[in-house]
Each structure stands twice: as structure tokens, then as C-alpha cells.
């Protein structure tokens, strides 16, 4: 199953995450199908950014966003 989820970057105790489309078997931080945006928490107010086109092109297609993702593609737009 193809699942939208984030992917963790940045250093220790500074979180960046990128929001990616991804195989559900593959671990948090390894191989991705497509990387439609990036989530800043440090950041105040928190930066979001996500390519909505690509995101409803995935779900179209059948990707799941997770219970998180789903909460910042709302809080986008989508």
C-alpha cells in the first residue's frame, strides 16, 4: 500500500520533516516515490508547504495519508 507520510530530517532535537509519498514497508527515513512538501514545527508560527495538485494526484490514485498528514493537508487546503 502506497501511504503520504513524513519523513524525518534535521538535526537532533531540531525536526524538519519532508511529507512524501512512500511504499508502507519502507522504513520512515529510506526510499520514497515523491516528496510533495516540507513541515517546519521549529518555526513559530509553523512553516508548512505542500503542492496540493500533487497531493490530490496521489490520493486519486489510491495513497493514504497518515492520521498527521492528513491534519496538515487539511490545515493546507486540501
Same mark, same amino acid.
Given at each position: 500500500? *502506497?501511504?503520504? #507520510?513524513? $519523513? #524525518?530530517?534535521?538535526? $537532533? $532535537?531540531? &525536526?524538519?520533516? #519532508?511529507? %512524501? *509519498?512512500? !511504499?508502507?514497508? /519502507?522504513? #520512515?527515513?529510506? $526510499?520514497? +516515490?515523491?516528496?510533495?512538501? /516540507?513541515? !517546519?514545527? /521549529?518555526?513559530? &508560527?509553523?512553516? +508548512?508547504? %505542500?503542492? *496540493?495538485?500533487?497531493?490530490?494526484?496521489? %490520493?486519486? =490514485?489510491?495513497?493514504? &495519508?497518515?492520521?498527521? *498528514?492528513?491534519? +496538515? +493537508? =487539511?490545515?493546507?487546503?486540501?
Amino acid at each position: 500500500m *502506497v501511504k503520504i #507520510r513524513l $519523513k #524525518r530530517m534535521g538535526a $537532533k $532535537k531540531a &525536526p524538519f520533516y #519532508r511529507i %512524501v *509519498v512512500a !511504499d508502507s514497508r /519502507t522504513p #520512515r527515513g529510506g $526510499k520514497t +516515490l515523491d516528496e510533495i512538501g /516540507t513541515y !517546519d514545527p /521549529t518555526k513559530q &508560527p509553523s512553516e +508548512l508547504k %505542500v503542492d *496540493v495538485e500533487a497531493a490530490k494526484n496521489w %490520493v486519486a =490514485k489510491g495513497a493514504q &495519508p497518515t492520521d498527521t *498528514v492528513k491534519a +496538515l +493537508l =487539511k490545515k493546507s487546503g486540501m
